[in-house]
């Protein structure tokens, strides 16, 4: 067995994977929209598009590497009737074009989101844009619409911390071995708010995005 087979499989036992959804320096911050909505006593599906910008962000090694992209996506909290814990990372999509260098794949570009980070109850999904294109140089590569990530059993709700963690990382360890992404490259994440047994509006305002770097 390969080294990357086995490196799927390690993840597999670790994470939350889908075949393409196997399953941070400074830059660019994102940008989040209001949700509003009435739930009217049922399950309501109430999204607001999270886009975060990863146009001309450098990957340069594996997850936990200092100077990888890295954001802390936070959601404000405190409006009424609105619980962070009650946010569901529901739906994603993407737009993006990158290229690899030297060593790196196509293929070994990663992208984690995090809820609960650092907790027993800490969950990780991750996306592999580039599945399968194991060779090095310039790809574009779009999810074509909304993944729907309850249908497919791999939705998470946001933790008590309020925040949905990302990092994008290479999949090995390279010493010359980096990625880039082009112009107008974006990941958006689709957040739902189910609804409670009464009728309610909620609104998620205040909703940012903090880069820092790893330590």
Same mark, same amino acid.
């Given at each position: 067995?390969?080294?990357?087979?086995?490196?799927?499989?390690?993840?597999?036992?670790? /994470?939350?994977?889908?075949?393409?959804?196997?399953?941070?320096?400074?830059?660019?911050?994102?940008?989040?929209?209001?949700?509003?909505?009435?739930?009217?006593?049922?399950?309501?599906?109430?999204?607001?598009? /999270?886009?975060?910008?990863?146009?001309?962000? =450098?990957?340069?090694?594996?997850?936990?590497?200092?100077?990888?992209?890295?954001?802390?996506?936070?959601?404000? $909290?405190?409006?009424?009737?609105?619980?962070?814990?009650? %946010?569901?990372?529901?739906?994603?999509?993407?737009?993006?074009?990158?290229?690899?260098?030297?060593?790196?794949?196509?293929?070994?570009?990663?992208?984690?989101?995090?809820?609960?980070?650092?907790?027993?109850?800490?969950?990780?999904?991750?996306?592999?844009?580039?599945?399968? $294109?194991?060779?090095?140089?310039?790809?574009?590569?779009?999810?074509?619409?909304?993944?729907?990530?309850? =249908?497919?059993?791999?939705?998470? /709700?946001?933790?008590?911390?309020?925040?949905?963690?990302?990092?994008? /990382?290479?999949?090995?360890?390279?010493?010359?071995?980096?990625?880039?992404?082009?112009?107008?490259?974006?990941?958006?994440?689709?957040?739902?708010?189910?609804?409670?047994?009464?009728?309610?509006?909620?609104?998620? %305002?205040?909703?940012?995005?903090?880069?820092?770097?790893?330590?």
């Amino acid at each position: 067995m390969n080294t990357k087979r086995r490196y799927i499989q390690r993840c597999a036992q670790r /994470f939350r994977l889908l075949p393409y959804i196997i399953g941070m320096s400074l830059g660019t911050a994102a940008s989040a929209s209001l949700i509003t909505g009435d739930t009217a006593g049922g399950a309501a599906d109430l999204y607001g598009d /999270f886009v975060v910008d990863l146009s001309g962000l =450098t990957v340069i090694g594996p997850e936990g590497t200092p100077g990888n992209p890295y954001f802390d996506l936070t959601m404000g $909290d405190g409006q009424e009737g609105y619980i962070s814990e009650n %946010v569901l990372l529901a739906g994603i999509r993407w737009d993006l074009n990158y290229e690899t260098f030297n060593f790196a794949w196509l293929s070994d570009l990663r992208i984690g989101l995090t809820v609960n980070a650092g907790q027993i109850d800490e969950q990780q999904l991750l996306i592999a844009p580039g599945f399968g $294109d194991d060779f090095a140089g310039l790809g574009e590569y779009a999810s074509d619409g909304w993944i729907n990530l309850n =249908t497919l059993g791999k939705s998470m /709700f946001v933790g008590a911390d309020d925040t949905i963690r990302m990092e994008v /990382f290479n999949a090995y360890n390279f010493i010359f071995g980096d990625t880039v992404f082009g112009q107008g490259s974006t990941l958006t994440l689709g957040l739902q708010v189910p609804a409670p047994s009464s009728s309610a509006v909620f609104l998620l %305002v205040g909703a940012m995005v903090t880069r820092r770097r790893r330590s």
